[in-house]
């Protein structure tokens, strides 16, 4: 098998979003397959895979062999109602017993954020790089995940813009993203885990050298900035970013596996019928220094 990645809209977006054709991850990966894979992902952005019937472990050495991993800090739900390891994000609306939890029930709550486009753990000192989702179990309609290109969207900002955001630092936490929808069911403690942390606006990727909006709604102020007028110049810019033709919309087939490059991306869930089983799990890779040290 040779590994072959081809734009999934070759026509109206060639260079964000592609199919990876003719690899296994239920086996390791060749130093050649991982090589290309990097390479796709410095192109496309968001890579797909289908028909990857994975479970965590070959989900763990896939992911490993691109890079180091994140541990799940950043969920909500507490150690003892976990269903898998720290190693892996649970995107799911199960608990331990796979059992579709309730509507009202905290961790569903909290999760309802991945509906509101970001980039994971931008909320984090040292935020994301590459994010791997497996999707095990989907529901019969909904739950689609969205991808904007926040390469595009910055290339195509105004010159006076460009000029305005480029040095400008933002505050990212969970508790601002969190706040959008009224969620403040936060304890002291996980007040004092998700105090807010600095990241660029504009970053510049290290491999391609291109510049990208670092936007996420974790991101609740600018700093120098009024916080009224920074949250409103980043829905402006947040609005610029998701027009259409910035995105792609992944519809979920059983055994997809979807991998982005938040440096370069947001994302979000979209609505799905909160009794049906929903099972995702996400690797993630750490990005392993802050985004100030990203600049333009
Ligand atoms: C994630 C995420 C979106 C979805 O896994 O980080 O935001 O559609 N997922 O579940
Ligand atoms: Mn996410």
Redesign the pocket.
């Known amino acids: 098998m040779t590994i072959a990645i081809k734009p999934i809209d070759p026509v109206g977006r060639a260079f964000f979003a592609g199919e990876v054709s003719g690899v296994d991850l239920t086996r390791p990966l060749s130093e050649a397959e991982v090589a290309a894979v990097h390479d796709g992902m410095d192109q496309f952005g968001v890579l797909v895979f289908h028909d990857q019937d994975i479970d965590d472990a070959q989900q763990l050495v896939f992911s490993r062999a691109l890079g180091p991993l994140e541990t799940a800090t950043g969920d909500i739900a507490a150690l003892h109602e976990r269903r898998v390891s720290m190693d892996l ?1 649970d ?1 799911s609306n199960l608990d331990r017993n796979n059992k579709v939890v309730a509507r009202d029930d905290r961790r569903r709550l909290f999760g309802l954020g ?1 509906q509101l486009w ?1 980039s ?1 753990s931008s909320f984090k000192d040292v935020p994301a790089k590459y ?1 791997i ?1 497996s999707a095990r179990t989907i529901p019969p309609t909904g ?3 969205e991808f904007a290109d926040m390469r595009a969207a910055y290339d195509a900002l105004d010159e006076a813009t460009k000029r305005e955001v480029h040095d400008l630092v933002c505050s990212h936490s969970q508790i601002f993203s969190r706040g959008i929808l009224g969620f403040t069911d936060f304890t002291d403690e996980e007040r004092v885990k998700w105090a807010p942390v600095r990241q660029r606006l504009v970053r510049r990727h290290p491999r391609t050298g291109r510049l990208s909006l670092y936007l996420s709604s974790h991101a609740g102020a600018i700093e120098g900035w009024p916080v009224p007028e920074a949250r409103a110049f980043l829905r402006d810019l947040n609005e610029h970013a998701t027009q259409r033709q910035f995105v792609y919309t992944h519809v979920w087939r059983p055994h997809d596996l979807v991998m982005w490059d938040n440096r370069v991306t947001m ?4 609505r799905y019928d909160h009794t049906e089983a ?1 099972d ?1 799990r ?1 690797t ?1 890779l750490t990005n392993e220094v802050s985004s100030l040290e990203q600049a333009p």
């Open positions: 994000n995107i991945n970001h994971d994010s989702l739950g689609n995940t994302h979000r869930a979209r929903r995702l996400r993630t």
